[in-house]
């Protein structure tokens, strides 16, 4: 099993819809979650960081944590034909970066 | 925010000759530094832990005298692939922390060995 699990897609939605992005994991050590968006041909940048368990949200972007089903969800509102890119969960046990682990990714298409 | 610089974006290199890629830190200094590997259509793969100062920490399965790692000062890791063979092209990113302990990522640099 791995540590990180994240479904590949690709994931097609019309313009406007909500997008739901998963990732479940398997170590309960793990306290830091990242998504990560990555264009192609580009690197990943960093859409939201939390830690522990709880919701964050900036602008269309939601992100929530539920440790206690080892779940992590990313919600775009209002999604538009921009936000199509791949979108990469990442998480770690500790601070410094260490060991952080990388979904896969799922690729989302926003149609417009 | 934090910004990590790499060059170059995209190198063609013979086969058999050495690449070298570099990582900066432009707004902060990074005492640690992490290379990836990505193939087309799949997740990142860690080859690598650059410490300014002394030697990096290869993932297991990397070959650490094809792939050196030098982290000489706080904003520059370089990754310098030697004797490059085809095989070799990828899509190489860095990686350093920034505030909050999170992972903030470089543009990537395209390979291609032919």
């Known amino acids: 099993q791995k540590e990180v699990e994240q479904d590949p897609g690709p994931l097609s939605v019309p313009e406007g819809a909500i997008v739901s992005l998963n990732c479940t994991y398997s170590?309960?050590?793990?306290?830091?979650f990242m998504w990560y968006r990555q264009y192609s041909r580009k690197g990943p940048e960093l859409l939201m960081y939390?830690?522990?368990?709880g919701n964050k949200e900036d602008g269309r972007f939601t992100a929530q944590v539920d440790k206690s089903s080892k779940y992590i969800s990313l919600f775009i509102r209002d999604s538009q034909p921009s936000d199509s890119a791949t979108y990469l969960c990442?998480?770690?046990?500790?601070?410094?970066?260490?060991?952080?682990?990388f979904g896969a990714g799922t690729r989302l298409f926003v149609k417009a | 925010g934090a910004v990590v610089s790499q060059h170059p974006s995209r190198v063609i290199c013979k086969s058999g000759t050495s690449v070298k890629i570099e990582c900066r830190s432009l707004?902060?200094?990074?005492?640690?530094m992490f290379w990836y590997r990505q193939f087309p259509k799949q997740s990142l793969m860690l080859m690598a832990t650059?410490?300014?100062?002394?030697?990096?920490?290869?993932e297991q399965g990397v070959e650490k005298d094809k792939f050196l790692i030098n982290h000489a000062s706080l904003t520059l890791s370089t990754l310098t692939v030697t004797s490059a063979h085809p095989e070799d092209s990828s899509f190489y990113i860095c990686?350093?922390?920034?505030?909050?302990?999170?992972?903030?990522f470089g543009e990537g640099s395209w390979l291609t060995v032919v």
């Open positions: 707004d902060f200094q990074a005492t640690t």
């Open positions: 650059s410490n300014e100062g002394s030697k990096a920490t290869y």
């Open positions: 939390t830690y522990s368990s």
């Open positions: 170590n309960s050590a793990f306290q830091y």
């Open positions: 990686s350093a922390n920034g505030a909050g302990n999170t992972i903030y």
């Open positions: 990442a998480m770690s046990a500790d601070t410094g970066g260490f060991k952080t682990i």
